[in-house]
């Protein structure tokens, strides 16, 4: 089975930092780009951050530009995203997603999100 | 930034087709996608790339795109259909995703 598995939330004081991780499980994790997409309680979905196959190209949202960093391992199937200098605007459920190869080519990130994880809470608060 | 608007809320009597728009500025150069998302859950993607449809995803749901407007088309809509819709594209202009702001479907 297909899945994606996010962890790593939690209530953290603002200026602080944590380090969520999306663990892949049921296809070849190195063929994909990996997104991170947050929604604040109540509002719409947000693109955070994503990464290319081979983390050689990295994209964020311009409100974390310089404070998030995303990375992955493909040899243990995960992407994480390491957050710093939380603001209480960053409260989101953070999610993981695939992006789906168009065509049967994975170059670009432009094919929309196929397969989605369940979300882990970040709240950020003092 | 891009920005992708999408009306806030549509209503729609259960068996009728139900039609959530979204527009943008030279959108008709972009793959636009759209998501259904209920409450509690992550989204689900039921078109991408305007009228490609995952495998699971009803043949109800139906997507197309004319000049700078996208729509989602949901043809005999079901109660179970009720949720929020959002529109996204990947604008190559500035290597950012976008997504429009949600429409929350109503089955009257």
């Known amino acids: 089975e297909v899945q994606l598995v996010e962890s790593g939330g939690g209530l953290v004081q603002p200026g602080g930092s944590l380090r969520l991780s999306c663990a892949a499980s049921?296809?070849?994790?190195?063929?994909?780009?990996m997104t991170w997409v947050r929604q604040a309680p109540g509002k719409g979905l947000e693109w955070v951050a994503n990464?290319?196959?081979?983390?050689?190209?990295?994209y964020y949202v311009d409100s974390v530009k310089g404070r998030f960093t995303i990375s992955r391992d493909n040899a243990k199937n995960s992407v994480y995203l390491q957050m710093s200098s939380l603001r209480a605007e960053d409260t989101a459920v953070y999610y993981c997603?695939?992006?789906?190869?168009?065509?049967?080519?994975?170059?670009?990130?432009?094919?929309?999100?196929?397969?989605w994880g369940q979300g882990t809470t970040v709240r950020v608060s003092s | 930034s891009y920005v992708l608007t999408q009306p806030p809320s549509v209503s729609v009597a259960p068996g009728q087709t139900a039609s959530i728009t979204c527009g943008g500025n030279?959108?008709?150069?972009?793959?636009v996608h759209w998501y259904q998302q209920k409450p509690g859950q992550a989204p689900v993607v039921v078109v991408y790339?305007?009228?490609g449809r995952p495998s699971g995803i009803p043949e109800r749901f139906s997507g197309s795109k004319s000049g700078n407007t996208a729509t989602l088309s949901i043809s005999r809509v079901e109660a179970g259909d009720e949720a929020d819709y959002y529109c996204q594209l990947w604008d190559t202009s500035s290597d950012h995703a976008v997504f429009g702001g949600g429409t929350k479907l109503t089955v009257l």
């Open positions: 997603a695939r992006e789906h190869c168009g065509g049967g080519s994975c170059y670009s990130p432009a094919y929309g999100m196929d397969v």
């Open positions: 990464i290319k196959q081979d983390g050689s190209e990295k």
């Open positions: 030279n959108i008709g150069s972009e793959s």
């Open positions: 790339e305007e009228t």
């Open positions: 049921g296809f070849t994790f190195s063929t994909y780009w």
